[in-house]
């Protein structure tokens, strides 16, 4: 009797002592998620911060432009600095031509390297060589990707333009569009990928066991499935394209003119930037280029907007 009821007393005493250690574990948990959920919420207020930072010091600095043209600034052409005459209309022009025609081509092919690493070819040599070959893609140098422009890309554009009895420039908006066509698949191909390969398996199964074919397994069902996901890529590829600089530089002709022809030299808005920064000379011709600055920021916010408001309603569909 007497043991049994110093047993029934060690384990109360054991029993009281891990309800003190789980308490104080819980609190302990409850303090670690405090600073946790600060720190992260921390971040993104810092992030806000930085953006709108980034917006208002851009504004700050266009202030002296503004001032000098207004809103004519956006339409009109003419662009020289020797006259103090200032207008980024080509440039924006230039921007939004050679970006979304380099969009169009990318979309079919990037759908295809998706659909390809996605769904027929998820493993094995030849999918990871593939995969790790468009990743590396990405992160090759842009001033890389303008030499190899220059040297490959443009002497066969050259070609093409003397056989169909046009100027033989080479250089121009199309040669720029194929340019960034390249540059941008990894972006879009990748993100695809991704979504294709997190479509459900049953969902698959299913349409396959309904008498499905592979072409309409993946028109009805992994297509709508990831569409969300795929335009998300294709939204980021148009990003970069809107902002690349050094490869655009190298081959678009670099004309402050606003462009008569899709094989004519051009200007975009981060060239131009590129070109005359070091050179700018007075107050008035430095805020255009920081305006010109300015325009492209917000181009890619309100397009990124856009996108975000597809990409929700086709997650809502």
Not at 34 to 60: D, H, M, R, S, Y
Not at 146 to 172: A, D, H, Q, T, Y
Not at 188 to 199: F, H, K, P, Q, W
């Amino acid at each position: 009797m007497q043991a049994d009821s110093l047993a029934i007393d060690n384990s109360a005493v054991y029993s009281g002592v891990k309800a003190v250690s789980e308490v104080k574990n819980i609190k302990k948990f409850r303090i670690y998620d405090f600073f946790f959920k600060k720190t992260i919420g921390l971040f993104a207020i810092l992030f806000v911060i930085l953006l709108l930072g980034i917006f208002i010091t851009l504004l700050l600095r266009s202030i002296p432009s503004i001032q000098a043209f207004g809103l004519s600034y956006y339409t009109t052409t003419t662009w020289n600095p020797v006259e103090n005459q200032f207008g980024s209309l080509p440039f924006l022009t230039g921007t939004i031509v050679t970006s979304f025609i380099a969009l169009i081509i990318t979309i079919p092919f990037s759908l295809s390297i998706s659909l390809f690493l996605g769904e027929y070819f998820r493993k094995g040599f030849f999918s990871n060589f593939l995969r790790n070959a468009v990743e590396l893609m990405g992160g090759i140098p842009s001033v890389i990707y303008g030499f190899w422009g220059l040297f490959f890309l443009v002497p066969i554009m050259r070609s093409f333009e003397e056989k169909m009895g046009m100027p033989p420039l080479g250089i121009g908006i199309f040669t720029t569009s194929l340019l960034l066509f390249i540059m941008i698949i990894p972006y879009s191909a990748s993100l695809g990928r991704e979504v294709i390969t997190m479509v459900p398996q049953n969902l698959k199964e299913g349409a396959l066991a309904l008498g499905a074919t592979k072409f309409e397994l993946i028109k009805s069902v992994i297509v709508p499935y990831a569409r969300s996901g795929i335009f998300a890529g294709i939204l980021l590829a148009l990003g970069r394209a809107l902002g690349e600089t050094m490869a655009v530089t190298m081959v678009i002709g670099n004309k402050n003119a606003l462009p008569t022809s899709l094989f004519g030299p051009a200007n975009t808005m981060a060239s131009v930037i590129a070109n005359e920064f070091t050179e700018a000379v007075g107050d008035v011709y430095l805020s255009s280029l920081v305006q010109i600055a300015l325009l492209l920021f917000v181009v890619t916010t309100v397009i990124s907007i856009i996108g975000k408001q597809i990409i929700n309603r086709f997650g809502k569909v």
